[in-house]
């Protein structure tokens, strides 16, 4: 933004080890730096000067800065009115100079700039430099550690880090939101980011579905605005071109399982706020030790409606009343944690769910084997999750609270991964090869958990900035027109259709 016609164009200063370019008088010199912002890095062009003591001073555009902290604790807006306003905790609106050098690389005379700056409406010192321009008057750059002190973050230096920004200034925040683009082998993309602190015990990681229920869709606008947290995400593919219009992999929501079906990648998180990534096979055992001995009943997927041989089907309220019979078969009936009937069922009949229990199809096949008994009616039972023999990942069931599936599996174990589910090569149109809107969740070493969106990305490049923003384990959720994002009052994708499963995150005042 030209400094005599529009609102000026600002930026910072840092202050870094000197660097080898030789300064001559009145002028700035290029200079690029990385800055640690909410611990991702970003990449901007700067222009220095050198200090009394050789050290170079360096000196970013506000507007540079004021896109990449939009959305976070310290976002503020610029706007021009003879004086260059700050305006704190507004979202900024960009005008299209954000990270753009107006001067091409070059370097830049410069003299000491008298520009009134106000913050919320008052008048502020702070050091800035002018960057001349014949035609319109120049640009005004101004300095990081100055604004930082004004605005409420934190700017420092560390060994590890080197130069970096908190946006939570000094008391910390547990959830962030970071937004700026990143240079990858396969492109550049721009990718919102949001980092929760999985150790802080005000963050609370739910899955949910419009009024608890299955076959339910809602935009994604109303579930944000009324789910009371911080952030949302779309989570699990879903049949959006069915009737039904159930989702791909298993969801947990509360300690309940909404929906199964086994072997999608799929990130858990235990009531104590622990987060794993894995591809777990379940299965769901109904037993029983009251009088009689010992018995067992697996079911190998939840409330999925097709039935076929060799199968057993749990189901529960989720799924609504009743659930139809495509497949002859037994249903066993458990009301109140005592089994409440046993009876055959056949192709065109329906299944009652009760709304204190839950229902088992099984199969005919599956109920004629050797380990199949009858259940008899009045026994006591308990229902859990359980992991299959051949699960060969650090992936456990102890305590998930909560679990959202996705395709495909962008990291594994901190490298890109490259196996691609069965499904996933089945249909990858669906699942989105190309160029598309994307969701993905990650995780770090240290348990932060990622929640990423990106306007325009293909699966390669989802798998490099995951990898890049640091994370051992990521996967792909839905995208395309499922693609939302949601922080902290703001929107930063909307869907193009209503969607069902969401992840959210809460924070505890």
Not at 128 to 157: H, K, M, P, Q, S
Not at 238 to 247: I, T
Not at 322 to 347: D, I, K, N, Q
């Amino acid at each position: 933004m030209k400094h005599k016609a529009m609102a000026a164009v600002l930026a910072l200063l840092l202050v870094t080890p000197a660097m080898a370019t030789q300064q001559q008088e009145n002028m700035a010199y290029v200079s690029h730096q990385t800055v640690d912002v909410d611990g991702a890095p970003v990449s901007f062009q700067m222009y220095a000067l050198k200090d009394e003591y050789g050290f170079d001073m360096n000196y970013v555009k506000l507007r540079d800065i004021a896109q990449i902290l939009n959305g976070t604790p310290a976002q503020f807006n610029v706007t021009w009115d003879g004086a260059i306003n700050i305006v704190t905790g507004q979202a900024y609106v960009p005008n299209g100079s954000e990270m753009t050098d107006p001067f091409g690389g070059k370097d830049w005379p410069y003299l000491f700039s008298d520009s009134e700056t106000k913050v919320d409406g008052e008048r502020v010192d702070i050091g800035a430099i002018l960057l001349t321009d014949a035609e319109d008057g120049g640009f005004t750059y101004y300095r990081l550690r100055d604004l930082g002190a004004a605005l409420g973050f934190v700017v420092g230096w560390d060994e590890t880090r080197g130069v970096y920004v908190e946006t939570a200034g000094t008391d910390g925040d547990c959830v962030r939101l970071s937004t700026q683009q990143y240079a990858l082998p396969s492109g550049t993309v721009s990718a919102n980011v949001v980092s929760v602190d999985m150790t802080d015990p005000r963050v609370t990681v739910k899955a949910a579905l419009p009024d608890g229920q299955l076959n339910n869709t809602r935009s994604f606008q109303t579930v944000a605005q009324t789910s009371g947290a911080r952030a949302v995400i779309n989570a699990n593919f879903f049949n959006s071109g069915s009737a039904v219009k159930d989702p791909v992999g298993h969801l947990m929501i509360g300690g309940e399982m909404v929906y199964g079906s086994s072997g999608r990648s799929t990130l858990a998180i235990t009531a104590d706020n622990r987060a794993s990534i894995g591809r777990p096979g379940l299965f769901y055992r109904i037993e029983t030790c009251d009088g009689g001995g010992y018995l067992w009943w697996d079911a190998f997927e939840v409330n999925q409606l097709a039935q076929m041989a060799n199968q057993a089907v749990l189901y529960t309220p989720a799924r609504g009343s009743s659930a139809p019979v495509s497949y002859p078969g037994f249903v066993m009936t458990v009301s109140g944690e005592r089994l409440a009937g046993y009876a055959s069922v056949a192709a065109g009949d329906t299944i009652t769910i009760p709304a204190d229990g839950y229902a088992v199809y099984f199969s005919a096949e599956t109920a004629s084997t050797d380990w199949h008994c009858t259940p008899e009616e009045g026994r006591q039972v308990k229902m859990a999750p359980y992991l299959q023999t051949d699960n060969n990942e650090p992936f456990s069931m102890e305590n998930v609270v909560t679990m959202v599936s996705g395709a495909p599996r962008l990291v594994r174990a901190g490298a890109i991964e490259t196996y691609e589910e069965p499904e996933v090569i089945a249909d990858a149109g669906r699942f989105g090869y190309g160029v598309s809107s994307r969701t993905a969740v990650g995780l770090r070493a240290d348990g932060t958990l990622l929640l990423v969106n990106c306007p325009a990305a293909t699966i390669q490049q989802m798998r490099e900035l995951m990898l890049q923003l640091g994370c051992v384990e990521a996967i792909n959720m839905d995208g395309g027109a499922s693609t939302g994002m949601y922080y902290n009052g703001q929107f930063f994708s909307t869907p193009g259709r209503e969607i069902t499963s969401t992840l959210q995150i809460f924070v505890a005042e």
